[in-house]
């Protein structure tokens, strides 16, 4: 049994991090919730006990095995000295130690072994780097990716608990035909689709869209691999999707990728055009699982492989992701 902490317990991915130990049975001995003061004392259900929360403090991790991180990266790095100081695993889902070259960057389904390398901090990838690059690894064990071009289409609970939140006053408003107001979102998300995630950097795409390079690069042991990516917010409440087109040093077989997909883990292929069966995010949602379909070849390069794929954002993509990353080490 090891002692569990979750710092941020009582956000979205928080709550989840807790539901998905549970459902996965985790070897959970004394488990330590963590938030602001203003949230302490708050009771989150865990396997059918209450456990009160705490104002989390640097010194509030002694005797913990490994600390769940749900927090900003601001907070990330205030506490995770601490963390390591106290002698347990920080899994972090923040950003905030993602490219440090001491930490690793870890999808279980793809370089777990990256994972033992740790120095008492490991980093959770951004939401729509996991979902991508396990819909991908399989075609790359058949043949190196060297590019890619990817859009992503993100949930509004991709933003916070607020984000579902502001939607739905939205979708009120203007049935109700009231005023409809945008806060979370720099535009409104009823009835638009917003193509700005993150900040604009000097090169002209958001800090979100480079994640997809930059952490790709890393978690694949790819470190000349390009990707064009654009992330557009979409109005949808779970599970993101992305579109995605693989360039590879060969040319590959279409039924040797779809097989590939089909066999890798993580994956679920879902890829039946006939019938109307391709990945969406009301299939995807409260899962672990990445569908991948509409796989076809690229028509304007003959080494490219286009394909659609969803995954749910809260739990493969960041509450599931984590998880995994500790039964690694338990």
Request: aromatic content about 6%; some cysteine.
């Amino acid at each position: 049994m090891k002692n569990v902490g979750i710092l941020g317990a009582t956000g979205a991915v928080g709550r989840e991090m807790l539901k998905v130990l549970a459902e996965r049975n985790f070897p959970v001995g004394k488990l330590r919730l963590f938030a602001s003061a203003r949230s302490a004392g708050n009771k989150l259900p865990f396997r059918g006990k209450e456990i009160e929360v705490e104002e989390a403090t640097e010194n509030s991790f002694d005797g913990l095995d490994i600390v769940l991180g749900a927090t900003k990266n601001d907070l990330a790095k205030k506490f995770a000295p601490h963390i390591v100081k106290a002698g347990a695993l920080f899994i972090d889902n923040s950003s905030a130690f993602r490219l440090n070259d001491d930490v690793p960057l870890i999808v279980p389904e793809i370089n777990a072994k990256d994972a033992f390398g740790h120095k008492g901090i490991i980093a959770n990838p951004n939401c729509s780097t996991i979902i991508t690059f396990v819909a991908v690894n399989a075609i790359n064990k058949l043949s190196k990716i060297t590019a890619m071009v990817a859009s992503t289409y993100q949930a509004t609970s991709g933003a916070g608990a607020g984000g579902p939140v502001e939607l739905a006053e939205q979708m009120r408003a203007q049935v109700e035909g009231g005023e409809i107001k945008s806060e979370v979102f720099p535009h409104r998300i009823i009835g638009n689709v917003i193509p700005q995630i993150g900040s604009f950097t000097e090169n002209g795409y958001t800090t979100e869209e480079m994640k997809m390079q930059n952490e790709g690069r890393k978690i694949m042991r790819l470190p000349d691999l390009k990707v064009t990516c654009t992330c557009v917010r979409v109005p949808v409440v779970r599970s993101h999707s992305i579109s995605v087109t693989v360039y590879t040093e060969e040319k590959l077989d279409l039924a040797a990728v779809k097989n590939a997909i089909a066999a890798e883990k993580g994956c679920r292929l879902y890829d039946d055009t006939e019938k109307g069966l391709y990945p969406m995010p009301i299939l995807t949602s409260d899962q672990d699982l990445v569908f991948v379909g509409r796989i076809r070849r690229d028509i304007a390069n003959e080494n490219g492989i286009a394909l659609w794929c969803c995954g749910d954002q809260i739990r493969k993509g960041a509450a599931t992701n984590a998880v995994q990353i500790a039964e690694l080490f338990f």
